[in-house]
Structure formats: C-alpha cells, structure tokens
C-alpha cells in the first residue's frame, strides 16, 4: 500500500471542507447583511460577497503530498442594487428610494446547501479511507 496515496487523498479532502467551510461562512455573513442598507463604508448597502477556489495541483515528481483546494480570496458581487420605495427609511434618498443589498435569500440557500453537500462529500471520503487504513492494519497483524 502507497501510504503517500492515502494522506495524500485525506489531505485532499481536508482541503475541500476548509475551503467549504469557508464558503459558508461567506454565506452566512451574506444572508446576515440582507438587509442592511449601509455596508462597511457607511454609505452604500451591504455588497453580497462570493469565495474564489483555486486548486491545488500536484507537483510531479517532487515528492510533496499536494492536491485539493483553497480559497483564493473573497470577492464582491458587482450585481446592482436593488431599490425599494421607502420614503420614511432614514437612508431613503430625496426619491423615496433606498438602495438594498444584491443579497438573494433564494440563492444564498441554495448555495448553503450547496456547500454543506460537497462538505459531507468530502468528510465521507476522509472517512472511506480512514476505515481502508484501518482494514489494512488489522489485515498486517
């Protein structure tokens, strides 16, 4: 048995449900600002924000256990605002109009639950190979 295959798969997976975990955190933070008409910058709404993957490819030859995935970084949405009439809303402009978040709840769902799929995914392969060390072990006795 190639033990570097082994680690090398379960540190793949590892790196799927860091980076998932990351994802949903990103999610979370977005449905948590849905409505909140002033961002970071005190005048403008919260801007949805999406994680960027990248992946980690392996070095041929070199010896190193590599693979997987990370985050490359967060990005924001360029998606427009949406605008709702609200005239008595302190942050309603001289229009009547307040500028909401780009935050689609449906969607942020959807790619929550998104998220928590390739996360088990990833959490049922760490095990799979857990359990095919494991057999290996008890085979060697």
Not at 12 to 25: D, H, N, Q
Request: aromatic share 6%; hydrophobic share 40%.
């Amino acid at each position: 048995m190639d033990w570097k295959q082994i680690f090398r798969g379960m540190g793949i997976s590892g790196s799927g449900m860091s980076a998932e975990r990351a994802r949903m955190e990103v999610i979370a933070r977005n449905i948590a600002n849905a409505r909140a008409t002033r961002g970071p910058d005190g005048v403008n709404p919260y801007r949805r924000q999406e994680v960027v993957f990248r992946s980690l490819l392996d070095s041929l030859g070199s010896g190193k256990v590599g693979g997987g995935v990370e985050v490359a970084g967060i990005t924001e949405d360029p998606t427009p605002f949406d605008s709702l009439y609200l005239p008595q809303h302190p942050d309603a402009g001289p229009d009547g109009y307040v500028k909401m978040p780009n935050v689609n709840m449906a969607f942020e769902l959807t790619d929550m639950l998104t998220a928590v799929r390739a996360y088990e995914a990833n959490a049922a392969a760490a095990k799979a190979m857990k359990e095919m060390v494991e057999r290996t072990i008890t085979l060697g006795r």
